[in-house]
């Protein structure tokens, strides 16, 4: 694991030092704007998925050291989320507030790809141990459940803003959806356990009855 972490944060700050390296070398084509745009937006919507599949890597493995990558994973999406948003609003539209307001009204596009952004600011803002503790278990995997939300709109966003060949964003709700009904799959085995032991009689409740029956 000492080496593990640091070689998946190395691996996952490669995208951005290549945009870097990309535009001082000038190898992201004739428009590099559009190229880090697409490309920050991309890595986005890969660390959310990322992020949704260690739970269920998780219980299909047995490896539970999976999920000591969660948080990173998930804050390396907030990153390129942020990268993807700042380049829109500094590069795009120059601080323009009037006209990303504009956008965000009229393009559904727009609406959507705003929407997955800010609902992740919460749970960047809430990642650490100290806000699970604040907010309790419950209540902070209430909240964090808004990753999947967020993925969804990303997906919607990324699908509305192709204009002919959606096989990429295809295949990212594809990825989606799985997640989506794997966890529901895993909510429904969890209660239908509960529910199965507690239709189990009690250890003396089941000898008193059987005391009974004898008699």
């Keep these: 694991m000492r080496v593990l ?46 992020t949704l599949l260690v739970t269920p890597l998780r219980k299909w493995t047995g490896w539970n050291a999976l999920i000591k990558f969660r948080r990173m994973l998930g804050l390396f999406a907030f990153f390129y ?55 309790g278990g419950k209540r902070w995997n209430l909240l964090h459940r808004l990753a999947y939300v967020s993925a ?14 959606i096989s990429r ?10 997640l989506l009904v794997t966890r529901v799959w895993f909510a429904y085995n969890r209660r239908h356990g509960i529910q199965s032991r507690a239709a189990v009689p009690s250890r003396p409740a089941a000898d008193a009855r059987a005391t009974v029956e004898r008699r």
Excluded at 18 to 44: M, S
Excluded at 169 to 177: H, K, L, Q
């Design 81 to 135: 989320g942020s990268l993807h948003f700042l380049t829109y609003l500094v590069l795009d539209q120059f601080f323009d507030v009037s006209a990303i307001v504009a956008d965000i009204v009229k393009r559904p596009f727009i609406t959507m790809g705003f929407l997955a952004f800010v609902l992740m600011i919460p749970l960047a803002a809430t990642s650490t141990a100290g806000w699970i503790r604040r907010l």
């Design 5 to 50: 972490k640091p070689a998946v944060f190395v691996a996952a700050l490669a995208p951005a030092a290549y945009l870097v390296y990309g535009v001082f070398a000038h190898a992201l084509g004739a428009n590099p704007i559009d190229a880090v745009t697409d490309e920050t937006g991309t890595w986005t919507l890969r660390f959310l998925v990322l």
């Design 152 to 165: 969804v709109a990303g997906v919607v966003h990324y699908w509305w803003l192709v204009k002919s060949d």
């Design 169 to 178: 964003p295809a295949r990212y709700g594809a990825i989606v959806a799985v």
